[in-house]
């Protein structure tokens, strides 16, 4: 599941709300130097320029590409694009007061000295938020492998690593298409490794969020390694070649370092829809979280007592395309779950060992003790049967590790074992619920089954399918369907 890129100045919104903000900022300290500390959106004379001027700037914003390129300026090419934006802001608020004979209702002055101001503090403003852009580009870099020939991949390490472009991606390794042995390149770390076992290994089982394949003119095209990539869920982008198998439609085009890439993806979404899935989760992230607060009150007193121990277990997750992620969640099992673990595998439901589910498992807080009926009813038990101990993954879900709708997310040791029609799982966020909560949960014992509902919902997603599976997600969790 990939996100199509932004086009034109929409991807630099950050920037031009920051520019909104900081002329009228600008407007608002040339009045105090002026008229002396007041409100000037309290004269009507003054709210026709603030109107004027914000007008102006969004004309400048729509039909002129002083935002283009904005993260590769150096800084006097960054001072002097903050110059030409606010001179034709100021030529075009000029040309409108002409037109309509008002010049002589307005302060030059007062836009004299917004303009001197704006070229200070939105020079400042926008060198800022780059650090702040290039700080936390780091974190959020996405690991692409590089698959090309031996005799072409030096050069594209180089571009694709150039220090003159702003990169959110990081190459995380590459594949030669043509060697039987590794290759070492000068003044790179960057692990080669050559098509086989190995490479598909590392595919399946690493942070892998993209491949880029520069295909060499004397080299077939590598079509069962596309076909391996698809089926994984990993994103595919091609350099400019002629494509013409339909297995892997052509969905994107765009730029990666200095090559014009055509792009395939299991599923594209648009920024707009990413960002309304986000906000979701957003809102649902911090409704989540203070239930979360209410139920500590309760719910930690309980496990301390039968259980002495932290409230919560953390524990190392694998999130979007294999990148780990520490989850949370309400501590239902003794402190050594995990050590009994192994000797209990034998009674896994789960065929194959990819996932652990067991009935009556005894690592659970309190599951000695017995209902009438021979079912344990201990508060690791309530706890699980009520779902209350994903409460925590709600704060996961706020800071961006997960969503509210997703796939469950597997352990590392569970994440090892995965073929590579497995994998197509990772290719987006997981989720506090999904298709298979929904479906039957404990009652589905097929690992295949599951990763063909996760795919299901990959390649059907929309935002209604969220909203439909949450709702579902509430009825499932009331009538206790399938927890154990």
Known sequence: MNTKQL?????????????ILCLQICFILSFWLIRGYGNPYGLSSYQYQAIILIVSQFAVILFTNNYSGILRRKRFDEL????RYIVWILVIAFFYLFLVKDSAEVSRLQFGFTAVFFIILGYCFRQLNKYRVFRSGISRNRSIVLITGKDYAEEA??????PKIYKDYVVSGVILLDSDIPVEFEGTNVPVTSLGGEAMSELIHSWVDEAFILQPEDLPFPTQLVN???TMGITVDYSMTAISDDRWPVTDIRKLGKYRVLTSSIKFVSAGQLALKRGLDI???LVGCIFTAILYCFVAPLIQIKSPGPAFFIQERIGKNGKPFKMHKFRT???DAEERKAELMTKNSVSGGMMFKMDDDPRIIGSE?????GKPIGIGNILRSLSLDEFPQFFDILIGNMSLVGWRPCTLQEWEKYDLQHR???SMKPGLTGMWQVSGRSQITDFDEVVRLDREYIENWSLWLDIKILLKTVWVVIVRKGAK
């Open 424 to 426: 197509i799982r990772a």
């Open 7 to 19: 086009k034109g100045w929409l991807k630099h919104g950050d920037f031009i709300l920051l520019d």
């Open 283 to 285: 809102l649902g992230g």
């Open 333 to 335: 099992m003794y402190l």
């Open 369 to 373: 003790k017995k209902n009438k009926n």
């Open 228 to 230: 391996d990539l698809m």
């Open 80 to 83: 002097v694009a903050v110059i």
């Open 157 to 162: 390490l180089e571009k694709l690593n150039d």
